[in-house]
């Protein structure tokens, strides 16, 4: 459950006119911190910011699934399921939410450090260069 406070940023966001995606940043910053402040870990910075678009998009943010060249068909169904359940109510078990987080608990905090989130964000860059 994204806290109240990102919530609110991201609505800011979309009333102000920004992307999709810049929404969704609000979703990312909070999962950054929460593996920072030692909530939870991640096996890899992108794990944190895939963690953060899927709160994003479970939350109401109009982010569409990424196209079949850039993932897997796995992680687009799982995205299209995070936008449907943004359309209803419905919690995940206690049970199942219970073992996302222990799981995640077991990761180590190292993965948001500032040197993990700059390799990420060089490859990411480039990756877009060469289109």
């Given at each position: 459950?994204?806290?109240?406070?990102?919530?609110?940023?991201?609505?800011?966001?979309a009333?102000?006119?920004?992307?999709?995606s810049?929404?969704a940043?609000?979703?990312?910053?909070?999962?950054?911190?929460?593996?920072?402040?030692?909530?939870?870990g991640?096996?890899?910075?992108?794990?944190?910011?895939?963690?953060?678009?899927?709160?994003a998009?479970?939350?109401?943010v109009?982010?569409?699934?990424?196209?079949?060249?850039?993932t897997?068909t796995?992680?687009?169904?799982?995205?299209?399921?995070?936008?449907?359940?943004?359309?209803s109510?419905?919690?995940?078990?206690?049970?199942?939410?219970?073992?996302a987080?222990?799981?995640?608990?077991?990761e180590?905090?190292?993965?948001a450090?500032?040197?993990?989130?700059?390799?990420?964000?060089?490859?990411?860059a480039?990756?877009?260069?060469?289109?």
């Amino acid at each position: 459950m994204p806290d109240k406070e990102t919530i609110r940023r991201a609505r800011r966001d979309a009333a102000q006119g920004k992307s999709p995606s810049t929404q969704a940043g609000e979703f990312v910053r909070e999962e950054i911190h929460h593996v920072r402040e030692g909530k939870h870990g991640a096996r890899s910075p992108k794990q944190a910011i895939a963690i953060g678009l899927s709160k994003a998009r479970r939350a109401g943010v109009k982010l569409p699934a990424p196209s079949a060249s850039k993932t897997s068909t796995g992680t687009r169904r799982r995205a299209k399921r995070d936008l449907s359940r943004s359309r209803s109510s419905s919690r995940p078990s206690a049970r199942r939410a219970r073992a996302a987080k222990s799981a995640l608990r077991r990761e180590r905090r190292s993965s948001a450090s500032r040197p993990a989130l700059a390799r990420q964000a060089r490859a990411a860059a480039r990756r877009r260069k060469s289109r």
